[in-house]
């Protein structure tokens, strides 16, 4: 039993390349979340959906964009990374209950 | 909208030291409440889910409360350790949305 996958674990971007964050789970979640954490600030939801087919902007989503085309998986983008986007990234789903966490993605944007 | 405020930011006790964090929540509609220990470089691990309809969770010499009418869970450590020193996280589940709002967290050392 995975739990959520976050893949990759490290990454290191050029200003203006893009890239993908994929979160996958296996415990039939219907919700999921990414989050990114940089230093004395917490978590802040970047987007989140609530379903398959539905995303939506959570309180720092600009910059971002997400996929949720199957119930397992939730993509996260970057279109055009800025050195602001540094970060780490968490993935987590959930269903009115506990939340699981991936165990993060250690993005570096040059 | 759903703000989480998390109080002291950093605390340092003496090991044996009872303890307790706070963590207040500005909109009652929630689903339930969770505490999470996060090491540094680490990811999170869960602690403790209190459920809207609890008042509290306890788990070893950890204890979780929930006011919900209030806004305000608070996180209470028995017999402080080293180990213990770690950030803690609390998290709210909104009913009305589905998001799960994050606390900024308070960093605990736990002094020898």
């Known amino acids: 039993n995975a739990g959520v996958t976050q893949t990759p674990k490290f990454r290191v971007l050029k200003t203006g390349q893009s890239m993908t964050l994929l979160c996958a789970q296996d415990?039939?979640?219907?919700?999921m979340y990414w989050y990114r954490q940089d230093p004395g600030m917490g978590l802040r939801l970047i987007h989140y959906?609530?379903?398959?087919?539905?995303?939506a902007k959570g309180e720092v989503p600009d910059g971002y964009n997400v996929s949720r085309l199957k119930k397992q998986n939730f993509l996260l983008g970057l279109e055009s990374a800025a050195p602001s986007q540094t970060s780490v990234y968490f993935c987590?789903?959930?269903?009115?209950?506990?939340?699981?966490f991936g165990q993060g993605t250690r993005l570096t944007v040059v | 909208k759903q703000e989480v405020t998390q109080i002291p930011a950093a605390l340092s006790v003496p090991e044996g030291e009872n303890l307790v964090l706070n963590c207040s929540f500005t909109?009652?509609?929630?689903?339930?409440l969770q505490w999470f220990r996060q090491d540094p470089g680490k990811g999170l691990t869960s602690l403790l889910l209190?459920?809207?309809?609890?008042r509290e969770q306890t788990s070893g010499r950890l204890n979780a409360s929930l006011d919900k009418s209030s806004g305000r869970s608070t996180l209470y450590i028995a017999a402080s350790q080293p180990g213990d020193s770690a950030t803690y996280l609390c998290?709210?589940?909104?009913?009305?949305?589905?998001?799960?709002?994050f606390g900024q967290g308070t960093t605990l050392q736990v002094k020898p």
């Open positions: 987590a789903s959930s269903y009115l209950t506990e939340a699981f």
């Open positions: 415990m039939n979640h219907e919700y």
């Open positions: 959906s609530v379903g398959e087919g539905t995303t």
């Open positions: 909109d009652s509609a929630i689903y339930n």
């Open positions: 209190i459920q809207s309809s609890q």
């Open positions: 998290a709210v589940y909104s009913s009305n949305t589905g998001k799960l709002i």
